[in-house]
C-alpha cells in the first residue's frame, strides 16, 4: 500500500509526478493534470511475465553437469565405457560431457538422469523466481527514497 505524498491517502497505484523539480508520489486524484513520470502498481507484473516465462522456456540443464554426472557414475561404481554402453552413445562423448566440454543433447540429458538416478536440469520456474527477487529490488529503492524525501521535508 503506498501513502499519496500530498493528500496522505493510502493507495494501490500511485503517480510519480514532477512538482516544482521535486519528484512525489501521489494517488490518482492528485496526480491528475500533473506529467506523470512513472506509474507505481502493487498488483504485481511480476506474476504475469513469470507465467509467461514458465510457458514458453524449457528445462534447462544446470551449470555443474559434468561434476553431477561423474560423481553419480562413480557413487554407482561405472566405468565410463560401460555407462556409454548402457546408453549407447560414444565413450568419447561422455568424456567429452562429463569434463563440461560438451552439453548433453536432451535426449542424452534424460539417459543420463534416468541410468543414474540424478538431476541435470533445473525448472524453468526456479530461475523465474530467482529473476523475481531482482524485480523487486527497485520497490524498495523506491520505498528508501520515498522515506529519505519524507526525512529531508522535516
Ligand atoms: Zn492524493
Redesign the pocket.
Known amino acids: 500500500m503506498y501513502e499519496?505524498e500530498?493528500?496522505?491517502?493510502k493507495a494501490d497505484t500511485v503517480y510519480r509526478i514532477m512538482i516544482d523539480s521535486a519528484e512525489m508520489l501521489?494517488?490518482r486524484?492528485?496526480a491528475s493534470g500533473k506529467k506523470v513520470l512513472q506509474e507505481l502498481s502493487e498488483s504485481k507484473p511480476a506474476q504475469a511475465t513469470r507465467e509467461k516465462k514458465r510457458a514458453d522456456s524449457a528445462d534447462e540443464v544446470i551449470a555443474d553437469y559434468g561434476g553431477e554426472i561423474r560423481k553419480a557414475r562413480e557413487r554407482m561404481n561405472i566405468p565410463i565405457n560401460v555407462l556409454a554402453e548402457m546408453l549407447n552413445e560414444k565413450e568419447s562423448t561422455l568424456h567429452r560431457v562429463e569434463s563440461g566440454k560438451m552439453l548433453p543433447s536432451i535426449g542424452l540429458t534424460a539417459k543420463l538422469e534416468k541410468e543414474l538416478g540424478i538431476k541435470l536440469t533445473s525448472k524453468a520456474d526456479e530461475k523465474a523466481n530467482a529473476e523475481m527477487h531482482g524485480k523487486e529490488e527497485p520497490i524498495t529503492l523506491g520505498d528508501a527514497a520515498v522515506q529519505k524525501k519524507k526525512e529531508n521535508g522535516r
Do not use: L, W
Open positions: 499519496c500530498i493528500c496522505g491517502k501521489v494517488c486524484s492528485c
